[in-house]
């Protein structure tokens, strides 16, 4: 199987189907795994959930994806980050809301656990060091977990018990799997934050054993002017050619 693994989409219909058009061509539509904040900034909620749906995606639940549902108090969300949260609510018809609401904080796939944050805290928490990283695998069953939540493409190692290695991951980069436990983090499709404007994603090869992680570049105008149109916030508009 080639899985394409996939997380912060962030409403951005245009770097989602960026990224499924180069995931057929690179044979990787074999399963799509979400790691959740699937809506939430961005001007197109509704046409990313249909999307993914159409194409049999699982997902698991972001802290945005809850927020926009009602499920998650948004009083720890930023100005901005409430801003548009509070947008992709009105825009939601009520089974879209469903949706969001049915998202479990979990799943397991083929031995990999997918979970947005983290296992200690799937809404809260960011793994960006290898201290966080090990309480995660404390809690990891399965030899692969998927985590987004950081819009970073990165993962951790864990080369002997308790000691986790920490890794970021360039475009094109491929991982061979061995026997270790892995933390594997896509990046983000809609709003990347490493500087790079282009959208991330991976593709994890189960039979050849092997991850691969891949940038693409996508409209971004198109993107900002649905946004503009839509009164979303300029801040906003703007992160989005800084790749902030
Ligand atoms: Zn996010």
Not at 7 to 36: F, K
Request: contains cysteine; glycine residues 10%; proline residues 4%.
């Amino acid at each position: 199987m080639r899985i394409t693994i996939i997380s912060d989409i962030h409403g951005n219909l245009d770097a989602l189907e960026t990224v499924l058009a180069d995931a057929a061509r690179q044979s990787a539509l074999d399963a799509i795994w979400n790691a959740g904040d699937t809506v939430g900034y961005g001007p197109q909620p509704a046409e990313v959930l249909a999307t993914l749906r159409a194409n049999g995606a699982v997902s698991v639940a972001g802290n945005h994806d809850l927020a926009a549902c009602g499920l998650l108090d948004r009083s720890d969300f930023n100005r901005l980050a409430a801003l548009a949260i509070d947008w992709t609510a009105g825009v939601l018809n009520e089974d879209e809301l469903c949706l969001l609401r049915a998202l479990p904080a979990h799943s397991i796939e083929r031995g990999a656990t997918l979970v947005h944050g983290s296992l200690r805290a799937p809404y809260r928490e960011y793994l960006l060091r290898a201290g966080e990283a090990g309480a995660h695998f404390a809690l990891q069953t399965t030899q692969l977990s998927v985590v987004g939540h950081t819009h970073l493409q990165m993962w951790f190692d864990e080369v002997a018990p308790g000691v986790v290695r920490r890794h970021y991951s360039r475009d094109g980069q491929v991982l061979a799997l061995g026997d270790e436990r892995l933390i594997l983090n896509p990046g983000s499709v809609g709003q990347p934050r490493d500087g790079d404007v282009r959208a991330g994603y991976a593709i994890y090869d189960t039979a050849q054993a092997t991850v691969m992680w891949r940038r693409l570049p996508y409209d971004v105008q198109s993107v900002q002017r649905k946004m503009r149109a839509r009164g979303l916030p300029q801040e906003l508009i703007d992160r989005l050619d800084r790749g902030v």
